[in-house]
């Protein structure tokens, strides 16, 4: 059973649009989450860390986690085609962070 | 305020040769991570290094892998004779303490690896 799942997508918007990625996780010791954007070619890139229940917002970005149902998401508000890149989800597994396989973003114009 | 270094950004290694990827972590943060991508997958997790210990090798091949962290200098993790499955992209993250404690880790630029 894999420990932390994103679907794979592609997940294609219009521009302007919100987007929302989904990734839910089976340890229930986790505490900490992170969204994380890697473009292809490139190395991921933190966008939100999320610690405790509920909502976190920052600029475009809204990071939602819900612990009892083991459950992360992130919104993306008024969707560019910049924001067209892969998004991953991680969550801590003891001592180290486990990754989704990422959900892969098309943002069109 | 540099990021996390990792060089080289590119190697191309035969069969049987080795690897010796290196991994300068952000300032201030003594937590390093590697990781490993193959293309179209997710990151899988290799090794957890604290400055002279490895603290979680549960990732890393029984076999011709290893990394360090020494109290002078880089992270390196090195791949003795190399095979063609060994190709892929090896990311280091380091983070200023364990990241469970809600705190975050930031990547290198990584380095690919193409065996010939």
């Known amino acids: 059973q894999k420990e932390v799942e994103q679907n794979s997508g592609p997940l294609s918007v219009p521009e302007g649009a919100i987007a929302s990625l989904n990734c839910t996780y089976s340890d229930r010791g986790s505490q900490s989450f992170f969204w994380y954007r890697q473009y292809s070619g490139k190395s991921p890139e933190l966008i939100m860390s999320i610690y405790s229940n509920g909502d976190k917002e920052d600029g475009r970005f809204t990071a939602q986690l819900n612990k009892a149902s083991q459950y992360v998401s992130l919104l993306i508000r008024d969707s560019q085609p910049s924001d067209s890149a892969t998004y991953l989800c991680?969550?801590?597994?003891?001592?180290?962070?486990?990754f989704g396989t990422g959900t892969r973003l098309q943002v069109f114009p | 305020n540099a990021g996390v270094m990792q060089n080289p950004r590119h190697l191309v290694r035969r069969r049987g040769q080795e690897a010796r990827l290196r991994c300068s972590p952000m300032?201030?943060?003594?937590?390093v991570y590697w990781y490993r991508q193959l293309p179209e997958e997710g990151l899988k997790f290799m090794v957890y290094?604290?400055?002279?210990?490895?603290?979680?090798e549960s990732g890393m091949p029984k076999e011709r892998f290893s990394a360090e962290f020494p109290k002078e200098g880089p992270s390196i993790l090195r791949i003795q004779q190399v095979v063609r499955g060994d190709s892929a992209a090896y990311f280091c993250?380091?983070?200023?303490?364990?990241?469970?404690?809600?705190?975050?880790?930031?990547f290198g630029q990584g380095t690919r690896l193409t065996v010939v």
């Open positions: 993250a380091s983070s200023q303490t364990v990241v469970y404690m809600n705190t975050e880790a930031f």
């Open positions: 300032k201030g943060h003594s937590h």
């Open positions: 290094l604290q400055k002279e210990n490895i603290i979680d």
């Open positions: 991680a969550g801590t597994n003891t001592d180290k962070l486990i």
